[in-house]
């Protein structure tokens, strides 16, 4: 399974940006998804997390309400579309898939994912 990251760059204090994260060599709608980013010098966190279905979402407590996570099935794309950037968003963004039975299922956890991008960067510029 492999997963690639796009869209991350370089954007002003207050931007949008809408990364994009597809999914080859497996089942994209069996696989919980979620978007992790690591800053430099800090571990990976958790940003945001959506289940098989797209009906079910989570994000971590600093992105809620300028963050968005979404997913299209037939494309095997994940999106976060992120709002309101502050300087504190910059770091490298990573998608990570999960095959798991529940339609419904969320995964918050960075050692519970199987399978990662490499990561793309966002910096956030004042």
């Known amino acids: 399974v492999q997963l690639e990251e796009s869209g991350g760059g370089l954007v002003q204090v207050g931007g949008s940006l809408r990364l994009s994260c597809i999914v080859s060599g497996g089942t994209f709608s069996s696989y919980a998804m979620g978007w992790f980013r690591q800053a430099p010098g800090k571990e990976r966190e958790f940003v945001a997390a959506?289940?098989?279905?797209?009906?079910?979402?989570d994000y971590t407590t600093s992105v809620k309400g300028r963050f968005t996570v979404s997913r299209d099935n037939v494309k095997d794309t994940l999106y976060l579309q992120m709002n309101s950037l502050k300087s504190e968003d910059t770091a490298v963004y990573y998608c990570?898939?999960?095959?798991?039975?529940?339609?419904?299922?969320?995964?918050?956890?960075?050692?519970?994912?199987?399978?990662w991008g490499q990561g793309t960067q966002v910096t956030v510029s004042s």
């Open positions: 959506i289940s098989r279905s797209g009906g079910e979402t």
């Open positions: 990570a898939a999960d095959p798991v039975r529940s339609s419904r299922a969320i995964i918050v956890g960075t050692t519970l994912y199987d399978y």
